[in-house]
Each structure stands twice: as structure tokens, then as C-alpha cells.
């Protein structure tokens, strides 16, 4: 998880201290989840998805393509990402057609 925290982090462009401080947490504490010396409570994933507006799957998951999956979506345009966004949708909803699952188990 904590790569996923590094790279939300970066994507909005925030300091760990401006990112633990919109959490309530402390700069040394985030330091510490980033670092992989600390764990997250259920509380503060929770808070953290709530705040930035974060699919808490993604944030617990750890797919090697996924980071890849998001540094590439940050570099498009808005009107780009909302057509990848849309392309997404249509995928994932024939996906759930095929399979009857909604996501890669």
C-alpha cells in the first residue's frame, strides 16, 4: 500500500506534510507509512479515500500495472482521460458479461 501512497501523493503533487495534515496525521507518521515502517489503521484508509476521493480497491491492491496504468492517465489531457475513463467503463462492463465478475480475482 504504501507504493500506492507515494504515488497518490506525487499525482497530486503534495508535500507528506501537506498530504498528512488534510488526514489530521503528522509528517513522521505518513514518513513512516511510506517508508513501509508502519502499517495504515482501517480508519486512516478509510479517511484517506474519503478525502482525495480514492477507490479503496486500488489503494489496498498491488498490480505492477496499475502504477504504470496511472502515471500514463496523469500525463493525458482532461478530455483524454475522460475518453480513457469512458473506454474503461465499456471494458470492465463487457468483462462483466463474459465473466460475471467485475474485476481480475
Known sequence: MKK???ALRKVLKMTQGEFAERLGLR????SMVEQGKNGLTEQNIKLICMVFNVNERWLRAD???????F???KGLLPETQ???LQFAG???ETQKKLTGKPEHC
Open 71 to 73: 502515471e500514463i492517465y
Open 27 to 30: 509528517g513522521t507518521s505518513l
Open 63 to 69: 498490480s505492477p500495472y496499475e502504477t504504470e496504468f
Open 4 to 6: 500506492r501512497i507515494i
Open 90 to 92: 465499456t471494458l470492465l
Open 82 to 84: 475522460r475518453a480513457l
